[in-house]
């Protein structure tokens, strides 16, 4: 080490941590947490997308750290596969029905959506949205609604836009979106009977390569902190 300058030996030691320790933590969650997650850790390289989709990848082999979801259903089978940790339920959600701000057909309840020919949106079969949006319409009588679907979208921001842009006369959301898009729509509440058992799991991804700070992520989410910025999102407690 005689030979060697300060600044070499700094860059030497510098060079033997390696690995993805250095880089930011990276989550794959719902897009549905888009905001609140970016809020609780604005550090971490964030992957929203659809749930199904985001499991998709996981099997692929994507360099996750963390995987949260808008159903239980995809964390369970990644576990079962051995592809993440145990799963923890961090928050629950409902639907709501949400218009554009005009509303020009001027909808008050689902029901008025039957008559005419409203253009809906919804999340298509097998993106947690989507099929929360047929369980509900199967306890309220209505899935003959869905004779008016003009656009099945892969994640419920799919589902805002549409509306926001006048693109649809109704689409059904969680109401965690409806609330973070603020005036740019309105909101008509479902029947508290009619809606579906809406959780979200949280995992640890298996080969991460930063399994310390991931957990550490978790833990955050579950703890205090997280549920604080969860429930101030419209999120319900586990």
Do not use: W
């Not at 971490?44 to 985001?54: I, M």
């Not at 159903?71 to 928050?91: H, M, N, W």
């Not at 099929?131 to 805002?160: A, C, P």
């Amino acid at each position: 080490m005689r030979g060697l300058t300060a600044v070499t030996v700094l860059v030497l030691l510098s060079g033997c941590g390696g690995g993805k320790s250095d880089e930011p933590l990276t989550v794959y969650a719902a897009s549905s947490l888009t905001e609140v997650f970016q809020e609780l850790d604005p550090d971490a390289r964030y992957n929203f997308a659809s749930s199904n989709e985001l499991a998709t990848q996981i099997r692929e082999g994507a360099e996750a750290d963390v995987y949260a979801a808008a159903s239980p259903k995809y964390p369970a089978q990644l576990a079962t596969e051995g592809l993440v940790d145990e799963p923890r339920i961090f928050a629950t959600n409902r639907l709501v029905l949400i218009v554009p701000k005009s509303n020009p057909r001027h909808v008050s309840r689902v029901e008025e959506l039957l008559p005419g020919q409203p253009k809906l949106v919804v999340g298509a079969a097998g993106v947690p949205i989507g099929d929360y949006t047929r369980e509900v319409l199967r306890r309220m009588g209505l899935v003959k609604i869905l004779e008016h679907v003009v656009s099945e979208e892969e994640n419920v921001k799919g589902v805002v836009a549409k509306v926001v842009l006048g693109e649809a006369d109704a689409g059904f959301v969680y109401v965690t979106d409806a609330v973070a898009a603020g005036d740019k729509v309105l909101t008509i509440g479902l029947p508290a009977g009619a809606q579906a058992d809406v959780r979200y799991p949280i995992a640890v991804v298996s080969e991460s390569d930063q399994k310390d700070e991931a957990e550490a992520f978790v833990e955050r989410v579950v703890g205090p902190d997280g549920q604080h910025a969860l429930e101030q999102a419209g999120f319900g407690r586990p």
